[in-house]
């Protein structure tokens, strides 16, 4: 056999590896989709594959389960909240001004898929009291997620940012729960305005537990206003 033929032969299995992650990577997108639309619950392998225009059995080939393909589903929306609103925050310093940009990049991912649901939240709802793998892939991704906020808040109280007898675990409880009530008045009652009120939260509680370096949000727009006259 030539080094030619050779070549060929070893260089399709990878083009047929590569094939298969796109393959997969489209019906995970396809299945995300959906399941901001009818929750991680109402994805099927029937429902997915009709909208991939795929067979029952080809997408069964990639995941052996829905229950692998809800996991699945989890891992790429906690992928996708990372790339979106963790990691741009890692670029301003530390404390309050990383909290904030935190903060920010949550509401604006909220504000532009408010009528798409959150999967933390729905899956919240739909696997409270169902133990197994699809649970623990939630509550994983979740705490990952709360656990950056808490070290946003400790790393604010280093910096002065705020108080230092604050209550980390108590900010962080309030700050998740304005987004809980963005999402229920946003999704579920359709109330004008929830944006605007989580914002106005979330610079009460950063005032309630303001420390000697605080910064004020007023500060910050005016000082941006400054450094670009």
């Keep these: 056999m030539s080094d030619s033929t050779l070549a060929v032969h070893s260089a399709r299995p990878c083009r047929?590896?590569?094939?298969?992650?796109?393959?997969?990577?489209?019906?995970?997108?396809?299945?995300?989709?959906?399941?901001?639309?009818?929750?991680?619950?109402?994805?099927?392998?029937?429902a997915v594959a009709e909208l991939t225009r795929m067979?029952?059995?080809?997408?069964?080939?990639?995941?052996?389960?829905?229950e692998e393909l809800q996991i699945s589903v989890v891992k790429e929306y906690h992928h996708r909240f990372e790339q979106e609103v963790f990691?741009?925050?890692?670029?301003?310093?530390?404390?309050?001004?990383?909290?904030?940009?935190?903060?920010?990049?949550?509401?604006?991912?909220?504000?532009?898929?408010?009528?798409?649901?959150?999967?933390?939240?729905?899956g919240a709802t739909e696997f409270d009291d169902r133990l197994g793998p699809v649970h623990d892939a939630l509550v994983e991704s979740v705490g990952m997620w709360l656990a950056a906020v808490h070290r946003a808040i400790a790393q604010a109280k280093d910096e002065g940012h705020l108080r230092a007898d604050?209550?980390?675990?108590?900010?962080?409880?309030?700050?998740?729960?304005?987004?809980?009530?963005?999402h229920y008045e946003a999704r579920f009652l359709r109330l004008p305005g929830p944006i605007r009120r989580a914002n106005a939260g979330f610079e009460a509680i950063l005032a309630r537990n303001a420390g000697a370096r605080h910064v004020s949000l007023a500060a910050l727009n005016r000082r941006h206003r400054v450094e670009t006259q």
């Design 166 to 182: 604050a209550d980390e675990r108590q900010i962080a409880f309030e700050i998740h729960g304005l987004i809980l009530a963005l």
């Design 87 to 122: 990691y741009p925050a890692l670029k301003q310093p530390r404390g309050l001004p990383r909290l904030r940009a935190m903060f920010a990049n949550w509401m604006k991912r909220a504000a532009l898929r408010i009528d798409s649901d959150c999967i933390y939240i729905s």
């Design 16 to 46: 047929l590896a590569q094939k298969g992650r796109q393959t997969k990577a489209m019906v995970v997108d396809v299945a995300l989709n959906l399941a901001a639309q009818v929750g991680l619950e109402g994805l099927s392998i029937g």
């Design 55 to 66: 067979s029952k059995s080809g997408v069964f080939a990639h995941f052996g389960s829905r």
